[in-house]
């Protein structure tokens, strides 16, 4: 499951200036998450966004939390 998540985020060096984007729309991973944080929620941006689907935004969380996992872990082996 969290493969078939993952796999929602794309990295294409022609859109969002090769940040981490939903599918290859122009939808920021950093984005989607400061509206999050921001206290808006998935149906809130749903509803903003009807292009984008429940599962996108929950890529973008795991996309969070394994990135910190993978920070997290280079600097215990770096200690």
Known sequence: MNQSL???ITINP???HGKPTIRNK???VESMLEYLAGGDTIDDLLQTFPDLEREDLQACLLFAVETIHLKSANLAAAA
Do not use: A
């Open 6 to 8: 993952l796999s929602r």
């Open 26 to 28: 122009r939808y920021l």
């Open 14 to 16: 022609n859109i969002g």
